[in-house]
C-alpha cells in the first residue's frame, strides 16, 4: 500500500487522462525509418532499445531480409514496436484526499501473490508501520502491548494502536504504535 507524501492518506491507481501530459514520458528513442536499416542493426548486434519503429509490423514481416532472420533475431525486433520502458501505459497514484499525482514506473511493486500461506501468517516490523499508518483503521488507547520493552507501558501519551479483523477469522489483530508488534486477541 502506498500512501500520499502530501496528506498520508492511500493512494488510487488510476488511468491518466488528457488532463495529466505533465506525467506522460517522452519517447528519446532514435527513430528508424525503413525495415531494412532495423534488419541491418539485429545483424550488426546493436542495442534495438535505443530506437523506435515508424514503420509498420506488418511492412517489417513482408520484408525480405526480415524473413531470412532466424528466430532469435526476429524476437529481438519486437522491442522495436514497445512503448517506452520507463512508464507502465499511462497508471498513475491518484490521492482522492489533495488531488496529489504521481505516475507509476517499472520499479513499483503493485501487487504481489503469496501462493504459500505460511507468509501471509507472519507480517514484518515494515508490513506493520503501513498497517499502522493506514487511516482507514480504527485506533485506541484502550490496550496493553505484548513487547515488554514497548515505550507506551511507560508513557500513555504515545499509546495507540489500530486493530483489524482479518479475513475468515474472528480473532482482532492488534498494531501497536510505537513499537509496531502485532498480537492477535
Known amino acids: 500500500m502506498y500512501f500520499c507524501p502530501k496528506c498520508n492518506y492511500s493512494f488510487d491507481i488510476s488511468k491518466?487522462?488528457?488532463?495529466?501530459?505533465?506525467?506522460?514520458v517522452e519517447d528519446n528513442r532514435k527513430v528508424l525509418d525503413n525495415p531494412d536499416s532495423a534488419v541491418k542493426r539485429v545483424k550488426a548486434d546493436k542495442n534495438l532499445n535505443e530506437y523506435r519503429a515508424e514503420f509498420k509490423l506488418e511492412d517489417l514481416e513482408?520484408?525480405?531480409?526480415?524473413?531470412?532472420?532466424?528466430?532469435?533475431?526476429?524476437?529481438k525486433m519486437t522491442v522495436l514496436f514497445d512503448a517506452p520502458s520507463s512508464i507502465i501505459g499511462g497508471i498513475m497514484f491518484k490521492c482522492n484526499n489533495c488531488n496529489y499525482k504521481k505516475r507509476i514506473t517499472e520499479t513499483i511493486k503493485l501487487y504481489q501473490l503469496h501462493v504459500d500461506s505460511m507468509y501471509s501468517v507472519y507480517r514484518s516490523i515494515d508490513d506493520n508501520k503501513l498497517l499502522f499508518m493506514n487511516p482507514i483503521y480504527p485506533r485506541t488507547r484502550d490496550y496493553s502491548c505484548k513487547n515488554i520493552n514497548c515505550i507506551s507501558h511507560k508513557d500513555e501519551k504515545n499509546k495507540e494502536a489500530v486493530f483489524f479483523r482479518e479475513k475468515d477469522s474472528y480473532l482482532t489483530n492488534y498494531i501497536c504504535g510505537t513499537c509496531y508488534n502485532s498480537w492477535k486477541v
Not at 491518466?16 to 506522460?24: G, M, N, V, Y
Open 16 to 24: 491518466a487522462t488528457a488532463e495529466d501530459k505533465e506525467l506522460s
Open 62 to 75: 513482408k520484408n525480405a531480409h526480415y524473413i531470412k532472420l532466424n528466430d532469435d533475431d526476429k524476437a
